[in-house]
C-alpha cells in the first residue's frame, strides 16, 4: 500500500498486455470500480480503471475517470523497477488517450529505472513538491490541445535544474503541416506537402470554384484526407477526384483537416510495406514491419498474424536492419535527427518507387511494445529489447553526464 493506502498501480504496460493475450478486463474493471468504492482516495484504481476502459473502447468515459484520477492525484509510478533503481525518472504527460504520451512506460518496463509520471494540463498544474529526479523526460505528444502545455514547458526547461530529454519546442514542430515543411527537402527523403485547410477550403475544392494546385505546394488528385489531430487512421481516406470532397465531409464533422498528394509506394509484388522505426539518441531501430494489399497500412489490420509469409519477411527485416535498410536510408535518418533535434522520435515510413524514404508520420508519441503474442512473434521481443536498452542506456547517459 502506499499514500492514501492505495494498492500500488498496475499500469498500462502490464493492462496492454492483458488486453493483447485475450484476456476479458471486464472482471478487472469491476474490481477496479469496487476498490474506487471502498476507497475514495484510491487514485491508483481510477487511473488503471481509465486504462481499461480505453483498451475496452469506451474512450469518452475512459478520460472522464482519468480526469477524476487526476484531480486527487498527479503523479503516478508504474511498476518499472522492482529493486534498488540505476537512476530516476519524472516523464511529464498530458492528460488524454493511449497515444497522447510518449510510451515510457513500455520502454522502461522491467529496466531497473525508476518511473514516476506527472500529468499537467489545464487545471492541473505542476505540484509545489515532485519526486527526486535523475532526468526529466518531456513525453507530452504534439497536438492543437497541448501547444499551450508545450509552450509552458518550454520556458520551465531552460532553467530545470535536472537534464532534460525530448525538448518541448522540438516537440512542438513535430505536427503533421509543420514537420513537412521541417524534413521535405531532406536529401533522400520523399514527403510530400502537407497543407492544414479549413471545411470551408475543402468545401470549394469540392465544388470545383477552387484548384486543388492553387493550395497544395505539389497538389493533384489522389490526394489522402485526415481531421487534425487524428491517429492511427481515423478519418483518413484516400479520394481521387474532387467531387468525392462533398461525401467524405458529410460523414467527417471536424472543421479542420491535413490534405497532402497521395504517393503510390506499392512494392514490385503489388504489396505495400510501412516501417515504424524510432531514433534514440539518433540511432535507428525497427519497431515493426506491416505488409498489406492496401496503402493504409496498420500493424493490426495488415494480417500479420495470419500470415507466415510476412512474418518471416518481418523478421528478415528485423534481423538485417542495421546492415540494410538503416544502412540504405543512413544520410536520410541522419538528416531527420538532425533537423527534428528529438533526443526519441517515431517515424512511419516506406519506401518509394525511386528507392527514397517516403515519410508518413514523425512524432514522439507512437506505441511501441513488446505484447505480441510470443508463439507467433517470436522474433519481434528479442528486437524490441533492443530498443528498450537502448532508450535506457540513453537515460543512464544523460543522467551521469549532468555536472
Request: aromatic content about 6%.
Amino acid at each position: 500500500m502506499n499514500q492514501h493506502n492505495q494498492e500500488p498501480l498496475i499500469g498500462l504496460a502490464a493492462l496492454m498486455k492483458m488486453a493483447y493475450s485475450g484476456v476479458d478486463l471486464g472482471p478487472l474493471g469491476a474490481e477496479l470500480v469496487a476498490r474506487a468504492g471502498r476507497n475514495p482516495e484510491d487514485a491508483n484504481a481510477l487511473m488503471d480503471l481509465s486504462t481499461v476502459l480505453q483498451l475496452r473502447g469506451n474512450r469518452d468515459i475512459a478520460l472522464a475517470t482519468q480526469l477524476q484520477a487526476l484531480a486527487m492525484q498527479q503523479i503516478y509510478t508504474p511498476p518499472t523497477a522492482a529493486d534498488a533503481a540505476k537512476i530516476k525518472v519524472l516523464a511529464i504527460m498530458a492528460p488524454g488517450d493511449l497515444m497522447s504520451n510518449t510510451p515510457v512506460e513500455f520502454l522502461l518496463e522491467h529496466s531497473g529505472i525508476a518511473l514516476d509520471i506527472l500529468y499537467i494540463g489545464p487545471g492541473l498544474p505542476s505540484p509545489a513538491a515532485l519526486p527526486d529526479h535523475d532526468i526529466l523526460f518531456v513525453a507530452v505528444g504534439e497536438s492543437d490541445q497541448t501547444l499551450p502545455l508545450l509552450k509552458e514547458l518550454e520556458r520551465v526547461a531552460a532553467t530545470w535544474p535536472r537534464p532534460v530529454l525530448n525538448q518541448p519546442e522540438r516537440i512542438a514542430r513535430m505536427s503533421r503541416d509543420a514537420a513537412c515543411a521541417l524534413l521535405q527537402s531532406t536529401p533522400g527523403v520523399v514527403m510530400p506537402a502537407t497543407l492544414r485547410v479549413d471545411r470551408q477550403t475543402l468545401q470549394r475544392i469540392g465544388a470545383g470554384v477552387l484548384d486543388i494546385a492553387g493550395v497544395l505546394e505539389d497538389g493533384a488528385f489522389p490526394v489522402i484526407v485526415r481531421p487534425v489531430d487524428s491517429h492511427a487512421g481515423q478519418g483518413l481516406e484516400k479520394l481521387d477526384h474532387p467531387a468525392a470532397i462533398a461525401a467524405y465531409l458529410q460523414a467527417m464533422p471536424q472543421d479542420e483537416f491535413y490534405i497532402a498528394r497521395f504517393v503510390d509506394y506499392r512494392a514490385p509484388d503489388g504489396l505495400f510495406r510501412k516501417y515504424r522505426i524510432v531514433l534514440i539518441d539518433g540511432r535507428p531501430f525497427l519497431c515493426h514491419l506491416a505488409i498489406s494489399q492496401h496503402w493504409m497500412i496498420h500493424y493490426l489490420n495488415a494480417g500479420m498474424a495470419e500470415s507466415a509469409e510476412k512474418r518471416a519477411e518481418e523478421a528478415r527485416c528485423m534481423d538485417s536492419f542495421d546492415t540494410d535498410f538503416a544502412q540504405r536510408h543512413a544520410a536520410a535518418l541522419h538528416a531527420i535527427h538532425e533537423r527534428a533535434g528529438l533526443d526519441y522520435l517515431g517515424i512511419d515510413c516506406g519506401e518509394s518507387s525511386d528507392g527514397k524514404l517516403l515519410i508518413f508520420e514523425v512524432d514522439s508519441n507512437m506505441i511501441v511494445h513488446a505484447i505480441d503474442p510470443v508463439d507467433l512473434f517470436p522474433y519481434k521481443r528479442p528486437q524490441m529489447q533492443k530498443v528498450f536498452a537502448a532508450f535506457s542506456a540513453m537515460l543512464v547517459d544523460a543522467a551521469r553526464k549532468q555536472p
